[in-house]
């Protein structure tokens, strides 16, 4: 699904690099968290992967055009702003150049939000906002989700209703998921695959793995 090879890149266009020479290879169905310090690219690395920066070095293949992301709630508009949930998908699927009308009742039946559609937007919680932001990545029918850290600003409860919803995703409809995050015990969970992030290194380890490395005790 992501093919990545010799991936250099730095913001000056010259050394340090924050990313040096990462090799990566993400198996479609695959559901990779991204882990990492903060400051430690995680997301540049998936900035990336969806084009929105370019690599120095190094080449990105990613095997499939159907992509839906979501960026961190405190990345997205201020949430006062006077804008329904319906006027919002709908607003993407302009974007995306789709018609049916159809789309929009079936991804907000996915994360059990359909109740809400005629809702602004300032009046959700910060859980039923993050879950609307899937929904909207979910237009178009994305072979390969990405999330960047999912649970920030969510409460507890909410966190659980949104990995439950990923991991449904994942496994019922086989799409890929690339999530960085900060919620490492939400990440082994869940996840079927952990890339660390550190010193502008690239590491993948299965869970198993990943649990022997840092010595977690199941």
């Known amino acids: 699904m992501i093919h990545i090879k010799d991936l250099t890149f ?44 370019h690599p120095l070095k190094g080449t990105i293949q990613v095997q499939t055009r159907k992509i839906g992301y979501v960026p961190q709630i405190m990345e997205t508009f201020n949430s006062q702003f006077p804008i329904t949930v319906s006027e919002l998908i709908k607003c993407h699927m302009k974007i995306l150049k789709i018609k049916d009308k159809a789309s929009l009742e079936r991804c907000l039946n996915i994360i059990g939000m359909n109740d809400f559609k005629n809702s602004l937007i300032g009046n959700l919680s910060g859980g039923q906002r993050q879950k609307i932001f899937i929904a909207r990545a979910l237009i178009g029918h994305p072979e390969l989700l990405i999330l960047d850290e999912p649970s920030t600003g969510v409460d507890i409860p909410s966190q659980r209703e949104i990995y439950k919803i990923i991991s449904n995703l994942n496994k019922s409809l086989s799409i890929t998921i690339l999530s960085v995050e ?16 550190s010193n502008g290194n690239a590491c993948l380890y299965s869970i198993e793995e990943y649990k022997k490395s840092i010595g977690h005790k199941n």
Not at 18 to 38: Q, T
Not at 182 to 197: G, K, V
């Open 182 to 197: 900060h919620n490492l015990e939400a990440a082994l969970e869940n996840s079927s695959q952990i890339c660390t992030i």
């Open 10 to 53: 730095s913001y000056t266009g010259s050394p340090p690099y924050i990313l040096n020479k990462i090799n990566l290879d993400i198996k479609k169905g695959a559901y990779v968290s991204i882990i990492g310090e903060n400051g430690s690219a995680k997301t540049t690395l998936i900035k990336l992967i969806l084009g929105l920066l």
